[in-house]
């Protein structure tokens, strides 16, 4: 969709239901013609919207925020056969999606800038946030609608025009929803979608002159190109990144509550999730009372597609390749030593399905402790102290998310000032919401998405100093 007008190209991509592999639909796949095109309209676009009055904006974009949510059921169901989620995650995952066009639209409307103390008769000083131009939105396959949701939602209510792309392996739901957006009224070329190869998309944005802002989610590697790319001409990069969280579980933990949260940490989303728990550390007095009970909820889990009535507590993986990496990663630990704790689940055939496995007594160096998992499988370790726990924790070049589990309060402090990661969760296994900031440190990535610090990442700060 470039400059209003839904043109479909002639070459498609199919986009399957990892559950069965059936087809749910088809897209459009264009290149650098298309992605120079969207840029120039979202140029065009730009200087009127960026002086549109903030109430005009934002009363646009609530009526998007509702259209949005007013078709939940529909895009869920939409989301949940193309990017195999459980239906109620999908269903959520849509409401989310409105929440942000919701918080962003109040947060723009509050006062920006400052007037500062002046220091000579003849001169005041006050400073400005303005919109920084054309931002270019990308966006991957596990969340698709709320994390493209959670940067548009940003970058319009700041001021910014936008060119996106999605993922082709989950974009039909992300595609209505900035249908939502267009019928709810914003202005021809103000938002922009152009599905096609990443690489030649991302590169034909960030040449563009008016793209100043890139926001993109997905794996390190991509991230540290999409920021090279980015150094050519000084684009602002916003980039949250991959994870390796540590899950923590002290010896005073309540284990009923820390075994529940183990289960939506790691297994929400098939466990393709950035902040993901991926790393399970446990104390040593209560090592194997742990394991004993996670070990039996994943075993009591249901697999199945995520539409299946009922609806199965696990669904498929995105695709074959992740079902074999992740795969790849439990059996080299238990090559090297380490046991499966679970059983070996049957799974539907003719999916993308992974048993959900839990491996302990793996050596501290193997794979599973080092790579990302994305995927329904995780290992338990041991610590026998808060200092080793802590060291454990931060032994990774990541710094995404991390979990802790005790009743000490004193600790709780401690934690949160030594464990190296954007966000931390305690006692609770979800820490995100649309108010809080988003984001990593070390290879995690770079600046904060939602909250008022997303906001200011599609804004410029302007210095006026004035003579009397």
Not at 380 to 396: I, L
Not at 400 to 424: H, K, N, P, Q, S
């Amino acid at each position: 969709m470039v400059g209003g007008v839904w043109d479909r190209p002639a070459d498609t991509v199919p986009v399957l239901d990892p559950a069965d592999g059936s087809l749910v639909g088809e897209v459009g796949r264009s290149g650098a013609a298309e992605a120079t095109a969207a840029a120039d309209a979202a140029a065009a676009a730009f200087p009127a919207w960026a002086e549109l009055p903030a109430r005009g904006r934002t009363d646009l974009l609530l009526r998007g925020a509702d259209a949005i949510a007013a078709r939940a059921d529909e895009l869920g169901l939409l989301l949940a056969r193309e990017a195999g989620k459980r239906l109620p995650e999908a269903v959520a995952e849509i409401g989310l999606s409105a929440e942000y066009f919701r918080w962003f639209v109040e947060e723009a409307r509050r006062p920006a800038g400052a007037v500062h103390p002046h220091e000579a008769a003849d001169r005041r000083h006050l400073t400005l946030h303005r919109p920084s131009g054309v931002a270019a939105c990308l966006t991957p396959w596990n969340f698709p609608c709320s994390i493209q949701a959670r940067k548009l939602a940003a970058a319009l209510a700041a001021g910014c025009t936008v060119v996106a792309r999605v993922s082709e392996k989950a974009p039909l739901a992300v595609t209505e929803l900035i249908r939502c957006l267009v019928d709810a009224g914003l202005p021809p070329g103000v938002v922009n979608l152009v599905h096609g190869p990443a690489a030649e998309i991302t590169d034909a944005y960030l040449a563009h002159p008016a793209v100043r802002v890139v926001s993109f989610t997905g794996s390190t590697p991509v991230g540290a190109a999409v920021m090279a790319t980015a150094s050519r001409r000084i684009v602002r990069p916003l980039l949250e990144l991959g994870g390796n969280a540590p899950f923590i579980v002290f010896e005073d933990a309540d284990l009923d509550r820390a075994v529940g949260a183990a289960m939506l940490a790691k297994f929400r989303n098939t466990g393709q999730s950035c902040i993901a728990a991926n790393r399970f550390l446990v104390h040593d007095t209560v090592h194997d009372e742990f394991v004993s009970r996670f070990a039996a909820r994943i075993d009591a889990m249901t697999v199945g597609a995520g539409t299946a009535d009922p609806v199965p507590d696990l669904g498929p993986c995105i695709d074959d390749d992740r079902v074999r990496d992740v795969a790849r990663l439990v059996e080299d630990a238990v090559e090297r030593g380490g046991r499966l704790a679970t059983r070996a689940a049957d799974v539907p055939a003719g999916g993308a399905f992974h048993p959900p496995a839990l491996v302990v007594d793996a050596p501290e160096d193997c794979e599973l402790t080092s790579t990302e998992v994305f995927g329904p499988a995780a290992g338990v370790f041991r610590f026998a102290s808060e200092e080793e726990a802590v060291r454990r924790a931060n032994a990774t070049e990541m710094g995404l998310a991390a979990y802790a589990f005790t009743r000490d309060a004193d600790r709780l402090w401690r934690l949160g000032e030594r464990l190296e990661a954007g966000i931390v969760g305690f006692n609770h296994p979800l820490p995100t919401a649309v108010f809080a900031p988003m984001g990593g440190v070390k290879q995690s990535g770079l600046g904060r998405e939602g909250s008022d610090l997303g906001l200011a990442e599609f804004q410029d700060v302007h210095y006026v100093a004035v003579g009397l």
